[in-house]
């Protein structure tokens, strides 16, 4: 965490960084760039961006996905009474609303060209067409843009304007997923089993040591935000007490299988299913696939998976020597 941007909790020193980047560019007004999986705090470092850039307007998110040319030029610039059925009167846009401030446009990867045309427009000139009116408009709002996808290959594959690409990839922030820097994940448990509690009017609880062990070796898919709403859960199912390393692991495993295809698609197929047999399994089979479950979960890390498999690692280790029959 820096004292420059509390709300940001870290102490990775890529993250560290890119918010020292994000103060230098802050008072630019400068169009900005932050690329990064899901969940993984694209809207936090834009807030954060405004809150360091001394604008007095006002900060606004809004998701364009999806967004048609005419709903995306509808939402940012407005519309004069009368230009289409419905157009009761006149509409101001976000472009307009969020003057002297921050105007975020999330998940940016899927805009059709026309949209892409009207934005480069905005970001180069400060100049929009409000729909159904023929002169200009101008606002200094600042844009910041956000995406999960990656704009280059979009570029290369004719998906995304090379212009607009250009002109966006001077400031790029590019926020690494939770999983490639995990000595954020202590500071993150503490903050969120703290504000769980929090919210549940609870006491904070404590919990297992080799909780952090167990964490550093899941790949959080969905991020910060998966990993907050995994605490959120094991603190409201806690009861009030310890959180319990096996809560968390029922938890891991339950996101994991979630996550795993259905049969033979994309996605993990390197962690066996639990559930694999078309008879009712021997006791010696079901202890197999879950030692060979928690081992791909815990990616071979056999303390990892001798904490999830609630034995120690001498134990699991007994267990992987092969038998003479
Ligand atoms: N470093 C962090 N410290 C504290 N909270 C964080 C951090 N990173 C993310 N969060 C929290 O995780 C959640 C998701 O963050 P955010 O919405 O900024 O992600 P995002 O990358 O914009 O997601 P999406 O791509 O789905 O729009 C939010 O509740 C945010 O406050």
Known sequence: MTVRFPEII??????????????????????????????????????????????DGLFIAVNVAGLDDHMFSDT???HVKGT????????????SRAAGGTLFLDEIGDLAEPAQIRLLRLVQ???????GCDTPSR????????TNRDLRRAMNDGRFRKDLYYRLFAHQIPVPPLRSRPDDIPLLLDSFVRYAAQSLGREVPSYHPELITLLGSYS??????????????????????????????????????????AQGGAGRPEVPPVIAFSRFPTLKEAEDLL????????????????AMLGISRQALNRRLQPKDK
Do not use: W
């Open 10 to 55: 870290t102490q990775n020193s890529v993250m560290g960084d890119l918010l020292q980047y994000l103060e230098l560019i802050a008072p630019s007004g400068q169009p900005v760039l932050i690329l990064g999986e899901t969940g993984v705090g694209k809207e936090l470092f834009a807030r954060a961006l405004h809150d360091a850039s001394g604008r």
């Open 76 to 78: 940012l610039f407005g």
């Open 84 to 95: 289409y059925t419905g157009a009761d009167s006149d509409r101001e846009g976000l472009v």
């Open 125 to 131: 000139e400060q100049e929009y067409y409000r729909l």
């Open 139 to 146: 606002s200094d709002a600042r844009i910041v843009i956000a």
């Open 220 to 261: 959080f898919p969905g991020n910060v935000r998966e990993f907050q709403a995994m605490v959120f859960e094991a603190v409201a199912r806690s009861g009030g007490g310890k959180i319990s390393l096996d809560l968390f692991k029922e938890i891991i495993l339950r996101e994991r299988s979630d996550a795993l295809p």
């Open 291 to 306: 030692i060979a479950q928690a081992l791909a979960l815990a990616k071979s890390n056999q303390g990892v998976a001798a």
